[in-house]
T-cell receptor
Framework: GEDVEQSLFLSVREGDSSVINCTYT??????LYWYKQEPGAGLQLLTY?????DMKQDQRLTVLLNKKDKHLSLRIADTQTGDSAIYFC??????????FGPGTRLSVLP | DGGITQSPKYLFRKEGQNVTLSCEQN?????MYWYRQDPGQGLRLIYY???????QKGDIAEGYSVSREKKESFPLTVTSAQKNPTAFYLC?????????FGDGTRLSIL
């Protein structure tokens, strides 16, 4: 089955950029997602990219997809304390085999 | 507003007791899912349903049961056979496409 990996922890200074990485094994995914989970809450869909795209930008968020290396990243510009949360990447193949990564806990230091 | 409602937010179970977690969606989504999240852990799939009156086991179905009698509702029962039920439970739905999550139910043992 699909294997999705993420670094478990990331710390950045407020105002810096954060880059959260995700690697996967199955290249048949059609959509790749980033979710944010704040303490005690459900997962909130942040953004997604279709597999035929290389990059997608949405305000402070930039998603990069390298299909050759099976690598997905989420860059958060001007990181704020409110960005402190757990970030999950997830992969989907037309509604089949929806798989989540283990999550990266982002800590933003003042 | 459309969304997924999980209730209750907090639930306590006594030894030998079955408890039922509610999940209702008004997004008209066909597929619904139940996940378990333990502290510092990612998501583990318990059960999922792609159509009414049909559901499949996920990775950790033992000690849990579900029903899908209506499109809008997908309740999860944590039975007394589940020996370590303390966790955060998340319900999600999709059309397919991205999964949308409720705010979760935290289950603890008395």
């Amino acid at each position: 089955g699909e294997d999705v990996e993420q670094s478990l922890f990331l710390s950045v200074r407020e105002g810096d950029s954060s880059v959260i990485n995700c690697t996967y094994t199955d290249s048949s995914s059609t959509y790749l997602y980033w979710y944010k989970q704040e303490p005690g809450a459900g997962l909130q869909l942040l953004t997604y990219i279709f597999s035929n795209m290389d990059m997608k930008q949405d305000q402070r968020l930039t998603v990069l997809l390298n299909k050759k290396d099976k690598h997905l990243s989420l860059r958060i510009a001007d990181t704020q304390t409110g960005d402190s949360a757990i970030y999950f990447c997830a992969l989907d193949n037309y509604g089949q085999n929806f798989v989540f990564g283990p999550g990266t806990r982002l800590s933003v230091l003042p | 507003d459309g969304g997924i409602t999980q209730s209750p937010k907090y639930l306590f179970r006594k030894e030998g007791q079955n408890v039922t977690l509610s999940c209702e969606q008004n997004l008209n989504h066909d597929a619904m899912y139940w996940y378990r999240q333990d502290p510092g852990q990612g998501l583990r799939l318990i059960y999922y349903s792609q159509i009414v009156n049909d559901f499949q086991k996920g990775d950790i179905a033992e000690g849990y049961s579900v029903s899908r009698e209506k499109k809008e509702s997908f309740p999860l029962t944590v039975t007394s056979a589940q020996k370590n039920p303390t966790a955060f439970y998340l319900c999600a739905s999709s059309t397919p496409g991205p999964q949308h999550f409720g705010d979760g139910t935290r289950l603890s043992i008395l």
